[in-house]
């Protein structure tokens, strides 16, 4: 009913009401996927990260205009360099743990917590030990892969934050 071909609902609650917002959606393109996506860390941190509350939406809108052209996300670092998460995604590395393999690296206390997040965590430990720590920023030479996840893009490959290429800067397995 909406006319869309495919449509994308954004809920509000804002005691008593509630608001539901239908927009169109539209699919991220396959080569994001295919080649992987680039990403810049940004100057923005959420006041409040456990809750997704509309009072973000403007500062998020505006990072989003002012990325460079063909960067996909902005990623949030706190005053440590570690990288907490993306502008409206979550954000993932699979670097060396103590022991020298793998593991899947994200933050967990201070990031919103994602629908596709929490099912990535959940598959994970299959793959990969996870380690709920952010990844510092000046980890991310080592990292073999990076991957951001949200309900709208799945989980979608980054090869590239700011000028620092990730593994040999193709998505991963």
């Not at 994308?8 to 009401?17: I, K, Q, S, Y």
């Not at 994970?124 to 980890?139: F, G």
Request: proline content about 9%; hydrophobic content about 45%.
């Amino acid at each position: 009913q909406s006319g869309h071909a495919e449509s994308r609902l954004r809920l509000t609650f804002a005691p008593p009401d509630l608001f539901i917002l239908v927009e169109p959606f539209h699919p991220y393109p396959t080569e994001w996927y295919e080649s992987g996506a680039r990403c810049v860390t940004v100057p923005l941190r959420r006041d409040n990260p456990q809750a997704k509350s509309t009072g973000f939406i403007q500062a998020a809108a505006q990072a989003y205009r002012s990325l460079p052209e063909g960067v996909h996300e902005g990623l949030m670092l706190d005053a440590d360099g570690l990288i907490l998460e993306g502008l409206s995604s979550n954000f993932f590395a699979v670097m060396p743990n103590a022991d020298g393999r793998p593991a899947i690296y994200t933050e967990d206390a201070r990031v919103l917590s994602g629908v596709t997040r929490a099912l990535v965590l959940e598959l994970a430990h299959e793959v990969a030990p996870v380690v709920l720590r952010a990844a510092r920023y000046a980890e991310l030479p080592n990292a073999q892969e990076c991957f951001i996840t949200s309900v709208s893009r799945e989980i979608l490959p980054v090869v590239q934050v700011d000028a620092v290429v990730i593994g040999d800067g193709a998505p991963g397995p």
